[in-house]
């Protein structure tokens, strides 16, 4: 068995002289020193002083009756070979009298750890989860990515049913057939899976599972990806591409829808500020007016959540715009629910666009009046706060002056979970065909335009609360008296080329400004407007073009042509299509104005004098 055993083994008495020895040890000493060992030979005869000093502390060592085995490398030739060494007294009557040494060459052994270690350390280092289980779904091994992707423990996974890792809205033991189904046969499965964490949250993964054949029992083993931030990522993108597709609708349609809106609104107007008309009918203009108004709010919604909406920033009173308002909101929101309006004028001015500060306050009604079906009290009130806005606004910010709109019903409120959705495009709680999920991520977003933001308190069965803070500016608002329906001090005798393609708006115009005084000149198109120009340049005092027309030349284009021959000339330009070009507002001529469609008779008539009057 000596002869035999697969190691060189040797003894060796109290005073480190060999006992015996087997043929493999015999072989190995004449490798390396040159010549055979002998019985009787001592250990410092054979071997250099620092080698030999070596081995008679580990004599020593087991010669006080310790059993013990050593790792020595050794060079052999040229390679280095690894040796596990075991020391074992030698006991007789009772006595040490010596040492069995037993070297095993395990150079191969120490590879092969070496490439487990290493391997151990790459599943334990991977981000990505790494598991194992049986064919009953028990789980024999996770790394530490997989565990922490859980939040157990390490070792806390080991022996529980990898259904407890499953949140698929399916039955897990349906899920684990037909994996190892797929399994069996074609080698491999892949899914994306919710999953869910020991403290019972829940979040996305993609697992690749294969097979392995372990202790003799076939068992699955999976890698997991965490993909929820990419799942998030893939939503945010694919809420940019629907804004971006309903941005092209909406600037699409916007040309066309406001161009008739403002025919509409042009000759509700014309009746109301020219028309000899009974009250009657002046009511039923006046709703056609707010009726139209409510038409383009929802193109300026869409337009406004694409972020193709012209801002239009002004010193405004926040209370002039919710006492215009208020009349229109009393109807809007029926007999069943009380309205209520509270301020406290005079209020300081903000900066703001007077369309979106509008959308601001209908669609907060229409949410309001929507959330109390069977009646109920809507309470508006505006007042100021001077206070610092919240860290996620702008953290280093001092405190400042904001006017605060409160905007609250008594209505059925809103539950928890969707109260963090609210301001999300397209969420909404409302019956399909009741609700766009728009109003209040609009609303949200012209808040922040504004630089301001909101807060929001509800709860079920007992109403809910917006708070709206917006910056103040230093001036006080004036207590406003109720617009004129009677255009005063706008007439005019100057001559204006009005250039539009669409003949009914053209007719509309040129018949109001014709009304109050004005020459005018019709151009159907930019090419038209050259051939005009060239025998009536002198006439002309005011462009008022189209910003898009058919024939190859766009306002922008004329204007530049005009202006070369005649720097002195006024422009206004006018359009209901709010896309690129138009946001590009340093293509537009220095000192001219823009006029967005739909606009009123009275604010046409407005702007139209007041270009005229500029030096």
């Known amino acids: 068995l000596v002869e035999n055993i697969p190691g060189a083994i040797w003894s060796v008495d109290r005073n480190y002289r060999y006992i015996s020895f087997n043929r493999l040890f015999r072989h190995g000493v004449e490798v390396m020193t040159g010549r055979p060992p002998e019985v009787g030979t001592s250990v410092d005869a054979l071997l250099s002083a620092p080698v030999a000093g070596f081995w008679r502390e580990q004599f020593d060592r087991a010669l006080l009756g310790e059993r013990f085995s050593i790792d020595y490398p050794l060079q052999v030739r040229d390679e280095l070979r690894h040796f596990e060494v075991s020391f074992n007294p030698i006991r007789s009557e009772g006595q040490l009298t010596g040492v069995t040494v037993l070297g095993l060459d395990v150079t191969a052994r120490k590879a092969a750890e070496e490439v487990l270690r290493l391997q151990a350390t790459v599943l334990e280092s991977i981000t990505e989860g790494v598991g194992v289980c049986d064919e009953q779904a028990v789980i024999i091994y996770v790394n530490a990515a997989e565990e922490r992707m859980f939040n157990y423990a390490h070792g806390e996974m080991l022996g529980k049913k990898a259904h407890i890792l499953v949140e698929d809205g399916s039955d897990p033991a349906a899920l684990h057939a037909e994996m190892w189904h797929k399994l069996k046969e074609h080698g491999q499965f892949h899914r994306e899976l919710q999953n869910r964490r020991k403290d019972g949250s829940l979040f ?9 054949t372990f ?53 509700a107007g014309v009746l109301q500020l020219f028309g000899d008309v009974n009250e009657e009918v002046a009511e039923a203009a006046a709703e056609i007016v707010l009726a139209s ?15 193709q909406q012209v801002m239009q920033p002004k010193e405004l009173d926040l209370s002039a715009i919710v006492s215009e308002m208020a009349k229109m909101l009393r109807r809007l929101l029926g007999e069943h629910i009380r309205f209520h309006l509270e301020m406290d004028p005079p209020l300081p001015f903000i900066k703001a666009d007077h369309g979106m500060m509008q959308q601001i306050i209908l669609n907060l009604a229409i949410n309001a009046r929507d959330a109390m079906p069977h009646g109920g009290t809507l309470n508006i009130r505006l007042d100021t706060k001077h206070r610092p806005p919240p860290a996620d606004v702008n953290p280093s910010a001092e405190a400042a002056t904001y006017i605060c709109l409160y905007v609250s019903d008594t209505g059925c409120g809103i539950s928890p979970q969707n109260l963090t959705r609210i301001f999300e495009p397209f969420f909404t709680t409302k019956e399909v065909g009741k609700g766009t999920g728009l109003g209040l991520a609009t609303v949200y977003g012209i808040v922040k335009q504004h630089q301001g933001w909101m807060e929001v308190e509800s709860e079920i069965n007992r109403g809910t609360t917006f708070r709206i803070y917006l910056p103040a500016r230093e001036q006080t608002a004036l207590v406003t008296e109720e617009p004129t329906t009677q255009l005063v001090a706008l007439n005019g005798k100057e001559t204006i080329l009005v250039v539009e393609d669409e003949a009914p708006l053209r007719l ?40 898009v027309m058919p024939d190859g030349m766009d306002g922008i284009e004329l204007a530049e042509v005009l202006l070369q021959d005649r720097p002195d000339l006024k422009i206004i330009y006018t359009s209901g299509y709010s896309a690129e070009m138009i946001v590009r507002q340093e293509n537009l001529a220095p000192h001219a104005e823009f006029l967005a469609k739909p606009y009123r008779t009275q604010h046409l008539a407005d702007v139209v004098r007041r270009v005229l009057d500029q030096r």
Request: charged letters at 25%.
């Open 204 to 212: 996305h993964s993609f697992v690749s599972v294969s097979t392995l």
């Open 215 to 267: 202790s003799g029992k076939l068992c699955a083993v999976w890698v997991r990806e965490d993909i929820t931030e990419r799942r998030k990522l893939e939503q945010q993108l694919l809420q940019s591409q629907k804004m971006e597709s309903i941005g092209q609708l909406a600037g699409g349609v916007a040309h066309d829808f406001n161009n008739i809106l403002t025919v509409i609104q042009g000759h």
């Open 293 to 307: 108004d409510r038409a383009a709010n929802l193109t300026r919604q869409l337009l406004t959540f694409s972020r």
């Open 508 to 547: 509309l115009v040129c018949n109001v400004l014709g009304r109050l005084g004005y020459r005018i000149i019709e151009a159907k198109s930019g090419q038209d407007a050259l051939l005009i120009w060239t025998d009536r340049r002198h006439e002309v005092d005011l462009l008022l073009t189209d910003l």
